[in-house]
């Protein structure tokens, strides 16, 4: 199975910051690497597919970055409603594998 | 829009077989290129993929629990299921379904999630 390594896995963060989570996976993935993030009781919800593309509907203020085995999530300018649990995905075979998590939490 | 809707028993006594389905709306399995996948995530943890059904029927299981795991399709209800035996106190989880493919090669759509417990 790639493993797919999330860092930090939490973060004190204050509206207007900007905030960075890093994935990286055991071995090259080109650029087959989701993010998803989640709010308490609900089900995780696509933010960037493809490393860098961002989903229907999501705001321009997520960005990423990355491809082989290190990638990064960037959120510019963090809002109330980012507050959440952010999750990496490895799309290049299976098993599909996600990160551990990151939790973003207001300072 | 697709939807997706996870039913099933909400409580399973250990030993039991878990029987979940997902129905979906907005969208037809029939139509193809997408992978019918079940996720699980247990209480405060990460997100474990369980695997997948295609349209035409052929299954992915993840080897960590290929052994007690079948999916099931029925494209003319628009739905497809998990059935998990032998279910113990750590298969306490909620179970998402969600469709995986297309250009997104992702994880675009996702049901609202069930959470099931397995007690006596």
């Known amino acids: 199975d790639i493993q797919v390594a999330q860092s930090p896995s939490s973060l004190s963060a204050s509206v207007g910051d900007r905030v960075t989570i890093t994935c990286r996976a055991s071995?090259?993935?080109?650029?087959?690497l989701n993010w998803y993030h989640q709010k308490p009781g609900t089900a995780p919800k696509l933010l960037i597919y493809?490393?860098?593309s961002l989903q229907s509907g999501v705001p321009s203020r997520f960005t990423g970055s990355g491809s082989g085995t290190d990638f990064t999530l960037t959120i510019s300018g963090l809002q109330p409603e980012d507050f959440a649990t952010y999750f990496c995905?490895?799309?290049?075979?299976?098993?599909?594998?996600f990160g551990q998590g990151t939790k973003v939490e207001i300072k | 829009q697709v939807q997706l809707q996870e039913s099933g028993p909400g409580l399973v006594k250990p030993s039991q077989t878990l029987s979940l389905t997902c129905t979906v709306s907005?969208?037809?399995?029939?139509?193809?290129?997408?992978?019918w996948s079940w996720i699980r995530q247990h209480p405060g943890k990460g997100l474990e993929y369980i695997g997948y059904?295609?349209?035409?029927?052929?299954?992915y299981y993840n080897p960590s629990l290929k052994s007690r795991v079948t999916m099931s399709v029925d494209t003319s209800k628009n739905e497809f299921s998990l059935s998990l035996s032998s279910m113990t106190a750590a298969d306490t989880a909620v179970y998402y379904c969600?469709?995986?493919?297309?250009?997104?090669?992702?994880?675009?759509?996702w049901g609202q999630g069930t959470l099931v417990t397995v007690s006596p």
């Open positions: 907005g969208g037809s399995i029939s139509s193809g290129g997408y992978y």
């Open positions: 071995q090259s993935i080109s650029n087959y």
């Open positions: 969600a469709r995986d493919g297309g250009h997104t090669t992702a994880f675009d759509y």
């Open positions: 493809g490393a860098s």
């Open positions: 995905q490895q799309s290049y075979n299976t098993p599909r594998t």
């Open positions: 059904i295609y349209h035409s029927g052929s299954t």
